[in-house]
């Protein structure tokens, strides 16, 4: 397809100031597609040019759109489409060619985008972002009907990492995910949203004393309410009787009616047998916004750690985009560069869709092992030394030495009310700069010679840095970047773009930090090859 750029991107990338009549408000689900795919301008822009404050409507409307890990996998596996880049499954071969665009999913929610190349040959180095698309949620439980208590009816649900906290009572909450679908002999997923106010979990009233203060039970007192049902009042024998819709023994018989009714009615299926099972997940329902006088502020949901995941995309296809009909990157290059967005970092990574399962590794290996293979026949000494047709020791090993991985997670932004908890000197602020990150016990992968790195990428591409470190009396946090960098040996930063209220239900970053950061990627890809030259 045409690789220019979109004719309609129109007057909201072209402005520097966002006015409050084109803040995003909540889409009506019926006329919004399920992602923005245009590619900003600000991407093509040279970095003299380069205003962040361009960045900060899309992003708003990207969380909104995209409530979930599936929704939010989806919609940047769009855009990196409509950018020209290829999808690759992983139970293919691969087939790659020199100045090709591609991306890859695994489970509909972790993806996996990279560019190669014109100049690029078995062993030379690949430049890396990863970072997370999954957030903090409730999700709904198996069976999640309940019995009715008093007249409400309520919804099993789980909280994922730290979710269900105190930022989650009392706000409207929606349900989102993906159902699995039979449909002409096959399983197929299909992403839901309904986008209405259903649920919500009461705060118990001040006025009843220390039961209103907590601690709270997760399991009995944080479960959302969703309906009413007085039936009993009415001297209903049956009243309260688990009610079931759909086939005996099958998926929908085990689930609220009401719940199995409003998503056969948003999907279209007309019979509820072939629901064949779901992971749905409860979200605040508030669109992202600006905010502050001079609308300095973007809070919404989810931000960690789609800020940085959102931006890494921009910059590579920005830094890999070209305005003609040709799939090459355009630009000599003689490397990889990619972009790793995973899921479940918030529980530990340790599924085979997180950063410590091979996705990130497999992906590396196969596409040095395609280019080996292609170039077999060449006899080229790279080829020759790694034993022949295939991504040897040699081959794989020498990739990875000449790579270098960004650890893209959010950081924390100082907060004016508790400046006595931050490490004096380390306070980054909103609308400055991405922060770079250091733990002295390995929490974090930064180091001396890493940062010196990013140092001269940032010089060149005009970025600015802030650094963060916690205090000695207080708990570090973790990203994905210690569990890939000791995978696959590879060089690595942790540094992210910085946000207030990390793990509620609606944080708030600069409305300039999305751009920053796409800035400063955009940076690293572009200028990598020649940086890491100056240390070999």
């Known amino acids: 397809m045409t690789r ?14 966002l006015p409050r009549t084109e803040l995003p408000t909540r889409p009506n689900r019926r006329n919004r597609s ?112 309940k019995e009715t208590k008093q007249g409400f009816v309520q919804l099993g649900v789980a909280p994922y990492a730290g979710a269900l906290n105190m930022t989650w009572w009392d706000r409207d909450l929606a349900v989102a995910g993906r159902v699995m679908v039979k449909e002409d002999g096959k399983i197929v997923t299909k992403l839901v949203n309904l986008d209405e106010p259903i649920a919500k979990v009461p705060t118990l009233a001040p006025h009843f004393g220390l039961p209103a203060l907590g601690p709270f039970n997760p399991e009995t007192q944080m479960v959302p309410i969703v309906g009413l049902d007085n039936s009993d009042l009415d001297g209903d024998e049956n009243k309260h ?37 779901w992971e749905l997940e409860l979200y605040d329902l508030q669109p992202a916004t600006l905010s502050g006088f001079d609308k300095e502020f973007l809070s919404g949901g989810r931000i960690d750690d789609k800020l940085c995941s959102w931006s890494a995309i921009q910059a590579l296809l920005g830094s890999s985009y070209t305005p003609t009909d ?45 280019f080996a293979s292609s170039n077999a026949s060449s006899s080229t000494p790279r080829v020759a030394a790694a034993g022949g047709n295939f991504a040897g020791a040699n081959l794989i090993n020498q990739t990875y030495a000449n790579s270098y991985l960004i650890s893209a997670d959010v950081s924390h932004a100082v907060n004016p009310n508790f400046l006595s908890v931050y490490l004096e000197h380390h306070m ?41 470190q916690i205090r000695n009396d207080s708990r570090s946090g973790g990203t994905v970047g210690p569990m890939l960098s000791s995978h696959m040996g590879v060089r690595a930063i942790d540094i992210g773009q910085v946000q207030l209220s990390m793990h509620s239900i609606r944080a708030t970053t600069g409305a300039l930090d999305p751009g920053l950061g796409v800035k400063l990627w955009k940076g690293f890809f572009d200028f990598y090859e020649e940086v890491d030259a100056s240390f070999r």
């Not at 004719?7 to 990338?13: H, R, T």
């Not at 733990?439 to 591409?461: F, R, V, Y």
């Open 4 to 17: 220019s750029v979109p004719s309609g991107l129109g007057a909201p990338y072209d402005e520097v100031d």
């Open 241 to 277: 009787k688990k009610h079931t819709i759909g086939p005996v023994n099958s998926f929908a018989a085990t689930q609220p009616p009401r719940l199995v009714k409003a998503i056969a009615n948003q999907l279209g299926i007309q019979s509820l047998g072939d629901i064949v099972n």
């Open 34 to 145: 399920s992602s923005d795919t245009a590619i900003p301008l600000a991407a093509q822009q040279p970095f003299t040019e380069f205003k962040p404050r361009r960045f900060a409507k899309p992003f708003c409307k990207f969380l909104t759109n995209n409530p979930t890990v599936f929704h939010a996998c989806s919609a940047l596996g769009a855009q990196c489409a409509e950018a020209g880049y290829k999808k690759l499954s992983e139970r293919d071969i691969w087939s790659l060619e020199k100045g090709g665009k591609y991306y890859v999913e695994r489970n509909g929610s972790s993806l996996i985008a990279f560019a190669v190349g014109d100049a690029y040959e078995p062993g030379n180095g690949a430049a890396m972002i990863a970072g997370h698309i999954d957030a903090l949620t409730a999700k709904v439980k198996p069976i999640p009907t």
């Open 428 to 468: 980054p602020r909103l609308n400055v700069g991405p922060a770079v990150s250091q733990d002295p016990n390995g929490h974090m992968t930064t180091d001396a010679a890493s940062t010196a790195l990013i140092q001269q990428i940032a010089e060149k591409c005009g970025s600015k840095l802030q650094v963060f």
């Open 326 to 370: 040709s799939p090459s990157d355009g630009n000599g290059s003689s490397i990889i560069k990619v972009v790793a967005l995973f899921d479940d970092e918030e529980i530990g990574s340790l599924l085979r869709q997180g950063a410590r399962g091979n996705f990130l590794p497999s992906v590396i290996e196969r596409i040095v092992d395609s």
